[in-house]
């Protein structure tokens, strides 16, 4: 594993809450979910799991991403794939 943290600021998602767009910081740690033999060497897959508050309604999103690696040391792409929150707070 050579990738073990990613970081991306103006990351923008939709709070699940107040339904507006924010932007984010992202520093996080990744782990290791796959790997794949490629042309160019071993594409490698990573997920995040992370929580930031939101600035316009103070409640907290779970945040869920992919990043993946290819070829080695280079960050290919990275996704969102999940953002969910209780909104305990009105
Ligand atoms: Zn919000």
Do not use: A
């Amino acid at each position: 594993m050579s990738l073990e943290k990613f970081s991306k600021s103006d990351v923008e998602i939709i709070c699940p809450c107040c339904k507006e767009s924010i932007y984010i910081e992202l520093d996080v740690d990744l782990e290791e979910v796959g790997s794949d033999e490629r042309e160019m060497g071993t594409e490698t897959q990573y997920e995040f799991l992370t929580s930031v508050e939101c600035y316009l309604c103070e409640n907290i999103i779970e945040i869920k991403g992919e990043v993946w690696e290819y070829p080695e040391n280079v960050l290919n792409d990275f996704e969102i794939i999940e953002v969910s929150s209780k909104c305990n707070k009105q």
